[in-house]
């Protein structure tokens, strides 16, 4: 089914971090980041190995010094020995071009701020002339060169990040605190990385406000377009805080970036452990039919006619059939949204009368007045009469890419 509303994904390079590729044809990419002590190695480890056990595809790793990179050389080492899983470390770097270098030496990744590593945002001097603002922009050019020649030499690909919290005090008296200067902060980081030829890179736009987010991403989009610039996009609404409020920034803002044909890779920040996150990011993308990883339910909210306890049934239902990728279940508690409803279920679960279920393949009912007891085996017994059934595997199946 064609949707107006789900746009043709934005065409992208292939950027591979690690052995994970980003944009192109790949999957969009889910990760997440630690909130350890990154010199607590055994943690640090031990946080990132539950992550990649929840779907997290690439993990990034707080970097703010030498010494922190080197560490992820050891947080590599036992998650092989001891969890035997490889993923991508991403060094998150902030302020210190030290440390952005060592890491190239350590990290699949780097991501850079660049309001924060060679800009600054001391609040000082919020007027820049002209001929000052070229003289600075300048000095991050001759700043940047000695890294991208270092990360041609490592070939670790770059994120460039812009963050609506931390633009630059020179960005800010030209563009303001506005989706355009985060854009201009990104663009000035990609026109010098361009300008010397290094291509392996990843752009971000994040903001707390999901609408800032929004319009940042498709400004984003549009000036890479007219640069002739082909660069995947990171998204996520960054500090998005946790619970419900987490969790609807999040769906708001990368859902609806999403839906514009925009982002390779995306991360859901919530002020919850990390591997929470992960869950929210397969449900956003299989919302928005961009990746498909797990069985569709369709299950109605419940109200008087209802015959069965649907919460309990749904979530039992779910438990045991939700590895499906690509199928659709209908758990309705009656037959008054059952057949409607449930138009475009491959399989049915109605309730018919006081603890009886009836089962339905597509729009046909197959089994009238099953016991309720019964009822969940019988409907397992359907789907693999069908041949529809799927062995359960670790991880994340392979997913059914929508493009």
């Avoid at 989706?179 to 030829?197: C, H, N, T, W």
């Avoid at 082909?230 to 409020?245: F, R, S």
């Avoid at 769906?251 to 925009?262: K, V």
């Amino acid at each position: 089914m064609n949707f107006s509303a789900l746009k043709p994904r934005r065409k992208t390079r292939v950027v591979m971090v690690g052995d994970v590729g980003i944009g192109g044809d790949e999957p969009i990419r889910v990760q997440t980041m630690t909130n350890t002590d990154t010199l607590n190695i055994e943690k640090t480890a031990a946080q990132t190995a539950l992550c990649v056990k929840s779907g997290a595809e690439l993990v990034r790793i707080t970097t703010q010094s030498p010494q922190h990179a080197r560490a992820l050389g050891e947080i590599r080492t036992l998650l092989k020995k001891k969890y035997r899983i490889s993923v991508p470390l991403i060094a998150d770097v902030h302020f210190s071009q030290a440390a952005a270098f060592e890491a190239l030496l350590w990290a699949d990744k780097v991501r850079l701020n660049p309001g924060n590593l060679l800009d600054s945002k001391l609040h000082k001097q919020l007027e820049f002339e002209k001929g000052a603002y070229r003289k600075e922009l300048k000095r991050i050019e001759e700043g940047l060169f000695p890294f991208i020649t270092a990360a041609k030499k490592a070939r670790k690909p770059i994120r460039i990040g812009a963050n609506h919290g931390s633009l630059s005090d020179r960005i800010l008296s030209r563009y303001g605190d506005t989706p355009l200067g985060m854009v201009e902060s990104a663009m000035e980081y990609l026109r010098i990385f361009q300008k010397y030829d290094y291509h392996d890179v990843v752009v971000a736009m994040k903001s707390s406000d999901p609408l800032v987010m929004i319009e940042a991403n498709r400004l984003l989009a549009s000036t890479l377009e007219k640069e002739d610039m082909d660069y995947p996009i990171h998204l996520g609404v960054t500090e998005a805080g946790n619970a419900e409020d987490g969790r609807a920034k999040s769906t708001i803002g990368i859902g609806t970036s999403l839906l514009d044909g925009i982002g390779d890779t995306i991360r859901v920040s919530l002020t919850e452990a990390p591997e929470k996150e992960i869950p929210v990011c397969y449900s956003i993308l299989q919302a928005t039919h961009r990746r498909i990883t797990k069985t569709e339910f369709i299950s109605c909210p419940s109200c008087g006619r209802t015959l069965f306890d649907l919460e309990t049934v749904t979530n039992r239902i779910k438990a045991r059939l939700g590895h499906m990728a690509g199928l659709r279940i209908a758990v309705m508690g009656c037959i008054v949204n059952g057949l409607g409803e449930m138009a475009d279920a491959d399989f049915g679960y109605v309730g018919g009368k006081p603890g009886k279920i009836n089962l339905y393949w597509k729009k046909n009912l197959v089994k009238r007045d099953v016991p309720e007891k019964k009822a969940l085996n019988e409907l397992v017994a359907l789907i693999k009469a069908k041949g529809a059934w799927k062995e359960k595997k670790s991880g994340i199946d392979n997913p059914i890419l929508l493009r």
